[in-house]
């Protein structure tokens, strides 16, 4: 066999295994070690190529934002300023029709924003919104169709975990990947506000019978300025400090972390045993992530080696595609893997196949990255694995709402998700303009 077809053998495995269920990073490596193996015919190249993807890839600096940004999200969760912020904007909302959902979708971008997480959106907001919408007869589909949509917010608003999986896969600035996820994660939250309210005219049943909005007693000015000040500051202090360069991505993880700390300690929410178990949560996830990047790159040098990407560049030069048509390949591929693989599966096994190509059409990487995680993310909300939703269903306390339903809801804001992704494949400035 030629080292390109072995490099193409290698990504066909590699599917296979992380699908029959193997742990990603252990299939990543395992495959590309034995592929470089049987391209070179020495298993000391395999080795040092080994040696060089773990010694050359964890050791970077810009690998602190990991853990930092990690112990700031789970402080964050801890302290409950999800449910805070919630509490706000669904008294400001009641009063709309379907102004809870708006609410929660608001609720989510905004905690998004200083937990970069998914999965901790969709298990926070399970527990506070759908009930709460349950209770006021809304729909149980579009009750966990809603959550479950705008809990990707927080793989796409920074600081995103898959963001930063992404920036190390390409090599660029993690900064410059935050900066560019802002405009289309307000984007797609602008968008789903803008579905609940189009929806709730046009089919009032969509979102449920009897749930004309309803009146409150308005928080007070201190109540809102108590229950939104710190998650203001965070994201101020966070997002503002790398949008002027006052501060790094590192710096601005660890005064996020600092932050966090002090606020879960001047609330009183958070305990010695809590922080503990935050320490070592942190450090789990930071194992886990710095593993999965390791043979990421081990992965990517492999590829390299079999001339892979440039081979796969030349193909589609021969059959003269266009933007478009490449495109159009690109997210069909995305989407279809979404179906199957989890996002950070896909950022891996996909992007490196694909940097060469873009980058000799002459387009922006950052851009790509954007269009690259929200169209992975769309898999969140898709069966068989859709993560989110099996999440949701783990998280309810409902048995009248089964996985069903939790996809059927689901869908509509899958199909919004994919007219943004078209959006700004049409428009990159959306996605780097903010950069110039």
Known sequence: MTPVEIGAMSVIAIVAL???????????????????????????????????AVGDGVTEYPFATIPLFTVMGLLVSRAGLGTDIYTVLNRAFRSVLGGIGMA??????????????????????????????????????????????????????????????????SEQSVGDMFLAGIVPGLILTAAYIAWIFVAGRIRPAYLGTDIAGTQDTPLSISE???????????????????YTGWLTPVEAGAAGALAALVIALIRRRVSARDLWETALETGHITAAILFLIAMASLYSRMLGYAGLPNELDTVLKTYQLGFVEIMIIYVLMML???????????????????????ESMGLSLVWFGIITVIGAEIGLLTPPLGISCFVIKTSLNDPSISLKDVFLGAIPFAFI????????IAFPVLSVGILG
């Open 18 to 52: 992380v699908y029959l269920g193997v742990y990603i990073p252990v299939a990543l490596g395992l495959v590309s070690f034995v592929s470089i193996w049987l391209i070179s015919g020495k298993a000391i190249l395999a080795f040092n190529f080994l040696k060089v």
């Open 104 to 169: 929660t979708v608001g609720a989510n971008a905004v905690f998004a924003a200083v937990t970069g997480s998914s999965i901790a959106s969709a298990s926070v907001f399970t527990r506070i919104a759908v009930p709460e919408m349950r209770k006021l007869n809304y729909n149980k589909r579009f009750a966990v169709g809603v959550v479950a949509g705008s809990s990707v917010l927080g793989m796409i608003i920074p600081p995103s975990a898959m963001l930063i999986i992404y920036s190390f896969v």
């Open 224 to 242: 809102i300025l108590d229950k939104t000040g710190p998650i203001v500051l965070l994201i101020v202090l966070v997002l503002g400090g790398i």
């Open 336 to 358: 279809f893997l979404g179906t199957i693989l989890d996002t950070a599966s896909i950022i891996l096994i996909v992007v490196p196949l694909f940097i060469t190509l873009i």
């Open 417 to 424: 998700m994919l007219l943004v992704l078209i959006l700004l």
